[in-house]
């Protein structure tokens, strides 16, 4: 399909789900949707056509289907078993999420089913998030909610990566010393049985999700060098490696097996493409990360991006991983970020550009496995990825407008849709899933220029002093100033941002009571991949930051964690807004005022390795689970306090 046609197609479909706000909200947006009026009861007769073709479906037709609901009932049609699959998940959708719809009368206490003519099909074939349990386990049952939860919303790939430096968390039968605690650095003891996860294997098949299973060869190989007494890139290492695999054949029948061949020096010009062929001799296929061992046409199966080096090479299909590391995402601004950015600069997939993967690295240790969630915002960004994935679109890279909402357009009102598509599961499939993210769509907050600091950080500008002038007014909860991979890769407030200088952000919202809410609020959102510690006790940060509500100055809590440079190992504490309980805070009934100081010296300090200069503020119910019953200003003509 023709870009232009394609971009038609996806303002014609904003078109329908803006006009159609009471209707049912679906995610990810079906391509064709026309909702035909009326309703008919959940359990009414449903027939089933496989066909030859969906014609309308020009990509990836084997997912593709026609949905038709009338008042004779539901009719599926498509090619495969996973285009039926995809039809009962919009069904379901149908059935379950209703946005600004109030049931009548006669629907209480029953399911229904808007009456609707749906065509759908996915523009990238891959939709997929990974989790590293190399590092950090996480808990069976939770992977299986994260299949089960996300299946749901046709994301199709599930991407394990089970070794690591730490421990190798696969059971090896055949090396079980592999798996003894004293071989472990982290969580000595916590591994899979291969039972487990032939058992989560079946459970992804059920979903129509594949598993891939990564064996990371031969870097982070710490693990395996501790436990075997040599490395992977000599000849008894090749030997193990490929009993391992062997194990891994008998584990998981999925057709890919990842074999990682990232951030290491490769000392044996042989090994990988003898894992490969090993791989291949299987029945299986063996994709890698890039950059990586430098493969060529036919030398590998396909290729996952994994930073912004990362290349797709022509006949080798790849998957987009480069800027979805959530493990240094905040809570809201890089959600507006992923959703509006394209997948590798591409509008819709093709045989080289596969599709893309939500990746979440435990490279600082956390305890919580909640907090391990709620801090990546595992949630909310796999459904991000997964709607965009689906629809295809999107309107920059990462590089573009970046993570700041655009003041108008269609990218603001797509993201704003998506937003509010999302939280509409929020009580019922989400319900009970570890998500911090809440409603920022009416959040605005008016923004100062930025003042020269000269290196004072405490030094005191005119919006402390009662005088304010705005330089532009934004949307959102959150917003970084300078991102932390910086502008040339993703790109936030300034273009150009200068070190030694201090913005403030200010707000007012208007309460109908005098109220408690919760508030979330930091000025650095502490990557989980890196080992800066804690802020200082009784301030925000080291850069001193200031947070005032109603003229009174709010602190911050008592820091909990490591005071020093951290160590990868010593447990992450709570300086993340999203890992500790909303911060109670009192509202005055009619309108209140929050002033955000905000100055950064350097981009990189003794204490913080890539200083975010950002800041994350919401006010949510006092549980944390929805934004609070607040307006927000949106005149933010006057020039003063």
Not at 63 to 71: C, F, G, H, I, N
Not at 402 to 422: C, I
């Amino acid at each position: 399909m023709a870009h232009g046609l394609a971009e038609t197609l996806l303002a014609s479909v904003l078109l329908v789900s803006c006009a159609k706000a009471q209707e049912p909200a679906l995610l990810p947006l079906p391509k064709q949707v026309e909702f035909t009026g009326g309703s008919i009861r959940a359990g009414a007769p449903e027939t089933l056509s496989f066909v030859e073709a969906i014609p309308e479906a020009v990509l990836n037709e084997n997912e593709a289907y026609r949905l038709t609901v009338d008042k004779a009932g539901v009719h599926i049609e498509a090619v495969t078993e996973r285009g039926v699959w995809n039809a009962r998940q919009t069904l379901r959708q149908l059935r379950d999420s209703h946005v600004g719809r109030r049931p009548s009368q006669n629907d209480r206490g029953k399911g229904r089913i808007p009456c609707c003519r749906i065509v759908d099909w996915p523009s990238f074939r891959v939709r997929g998030w990974m989790m590293d349990v190399g590092r950090t386990y996480v808990s069976l049952e939770e992977l299986k909610r994260e299949v089960d939860i996300f299946s749901q919303f046709k994301v199709n790939v599930f991407h394990l990566h089970l070794t690591e430096n730490e421990a190798w968390r696969l059971e090896s039968r055949r090396y079980p010393q592999l798996n003894a605690p004293e071989n472990m650095t982290r969580q000595p003891g916590k591994f899979y049985t291969q039972d487990e996860m032939r058992e989560l294997d079946a459970f992804c098949r059920e979903r129509g999700v594949t598993l891939i299973p990564e064996l990371d060869i031969p870097g982070h190989s710490g693990a395996f060098e501790r436990t075997m007494g040599f490395g992977m890139q000599t000849p008894e290492g090749k030997a193990v490696l490929r009993e391992l695999l062997e194990e891994v054949f008998d584990t998981f029948s999925g057709p890919y097996v990842h074999i990682g061949t990232d951030e290491v020096a490769f000392t044996d010009s042989w090994l990988i493409s003898e894992m490969v062929a090993y791989i291949r001799a299987h029945g299986r296929k063996a994709l890698s990360w890039n950059p990586g061992w430098p493969y060529r046409l036919g030398e590998i199966d396909g290729l996952q991006l994994w930073s912004y080096r990362g290349e797709a090479k022509e006949g080798i299909p790849a998957v987009d991983c480069r800027l979805h590391y959530i493990n240094h995402f905040d809570l809201f601004g890089d959600l507006i970020g992923l959703h509006t950015s394209t997948i590798y600069g591409r509008t819709e997939g093709s045989d080289d550009i596969a599709g893309s993967i939500i990746a979440l690295w435990n490279d600082r240790y956390l305890t919580n496995e909640e907090n391990i969630l709620k801090e990546n915002n595992l949630y909310a960004s796999v459904l991000a990825l997964a709607d965009r994935a689906w629809r295809g679109g999107g309107y920059q890279y990462f590089d573009g407008f970046g993570t700041v909402l655009p003041d108008e357009g269609p990218a603001r009102e797509d993201f704003l849709d998506f937003e509010k598509r999302m939280l509409a599961y929020r009580e019922t499939v989400l319900k009970d899933v570890p998500m911090a993210y809440v409603a920022q769509g009416q959040a605005r907050w008016a923004i100062s220029p930025a003042y020269p600091n000269g290196g004072d950080l405490e030094k005191v500008f005119p919006p402390e002093e009662g005088v304010w002038e705005t330089d532009r007014v934004v949307t959102g909860s959150g917003l970084y100033f300078r991102h932390v991979w910086g502008p040339g890769t993703v790109a936030g407030y300034y273009p150009d941002p200068q070190p030694d200088h201090t913005v403030y952000a200010r707000t007012k919202v208007w309460s109908s009571r005098r109220q408690t809410v919760g508030l979330l609020f930091e000025t650095q959102d502490y990557s989980r991949s890196e080992r800066d510690p804690m802020p200082p006790q009784g301030a925000w940060d080291y850069r001193h930051s200031r947070l005032w509500l109603n003229g009174t100055e709010i602190l911050p809590p008592e820091w909990v964690g490591n005071t020093g440079r951290a160590d990868s190992q010593e447990p992450f504490g709570n300086a993340n807004c999203a890992g500790r309980a909303p911060l109670p805070v009192p509202l005055d009934k009619g309108w209140n005022e929050l002033l955000i100081k905000l100055p950064v010296g350097a981009f990189s300090t003794p204490e913080t390795r890539l200083v975010k200069w950002m800041f994350t503020c919401a006010l949510t119910t006092p549980d944390g689970r929805a934004a609070a019953e607040v307006k927000y200003e949106t005149d933010f003509s006057t020039s003063s306090k």
